[in-house]
């Protein structure tokens, strides 16, 4: 600015942030037709992601940017909105800072069923997992509900960002999966094993008059349990 170069400065907060960009950032390089291609393009696939995950059953999640500090997002970073668009719930989301260091203890009152971390090595994979194993309590840990985004296709306000939502909705939806699978263990529920075109295992439970799915690998193979009740019409 001071050389009298026009300089263009923004953050995207949110996902639809993105393809305005892309239409302000088009006309400013003088390639708006482009610009409004890949916009549509990157629409699409949010509206998508919104119907598939918008409205399954919420998930609490922990994003860790990293473990030393132990830091997060607030709802203001536009990684709370992809967690968000998965239908997910980031635990911190009420923090004022916009990237909180936390302690431990706050941790474990928050208690998250999912935690995503940002890393992309293996060996730092390997360091954060050390560190999560230290805190056994947390149902995320308990359950290995513990996930890896790479940093690139999260923490970059592009495009891109879509292709690290993808993997946060399967991650959640993994989980949710693994919940009604051992709810319908708990409760007692019966029912038969399917085979999905995708290869997964289906099994539909019912119980109490209620009917649901659980995909869980494990099933295959398996005969599904028998009981004497009535099975509820």
């Known amino acids: 600015e001071k050389l009298g170069i026009p ?4 953050e995207p907060r949110t996902l639809a942030d993105i393809p305005r960009l892309l239409r302000v950032l088009g006309k400013l390089a003088g390639t708006a037709d482009a610009a409004e291609e890949e916009a549509r393009r990157f629409e699409q696939t949010l509206e998508e992601l919104a ?4 409205n399954k059953r919420p998930v609490s999640v922990f994003y860790q940017i990293w473990h030393q500090p132990l830091m997060t ?18 635990v911190f989301e009420s923090s004022p800072a916009f990237t909180p260091v936390l302690s431990a203890e706050s941790l474990l009152v928050a208690d998250p069923e999912v935690m995503i971390a940002s890393v992309s090595a293996l060996p730092a994979q390997a360091e954060v997992r050390r560190f999560w194993s230290g805190f056994p309590s947390l149902r995320a ?22 292709e690290g939502a993808k993997q946060v909705c399967e991650a959640l939806e993994k989980a949710r999966e693994r919940f009604t699978a051992k709810a319908g263990h708990r409760l007692g529920c019966v029912g038969k094993i399917e085979r999905t ?6 099994q539909v439970l019912q119980d109490s008059g209620r009917r649901f799915r659980a995909v869980d690998d494990r099933l295959c193979g398996q005969s599904p349990k028998r009981d004497n009740r009535r099975s509820p019409v």
């Open 7 to 10: 300089v263009f400065v923004t």
């Open 51 to 54: 119907r598939r995950y918008g």
């Open 73 to 90: 997002v607030n709802a203001e970073h536009i990684i709370s909105d992809v967690i968000r668009l998965c239908g997910g719930r980031n």
């Open 141 to 162: 840990v308990r359950r290995s509900h513990l996930e890896f985004v790479h940093p690139d296709l999260i923490q970059r306000q592009a495009p891109r960002i879509l």
């Open 197 to 202: 075109t995708d290869g997964a295992c289906r």
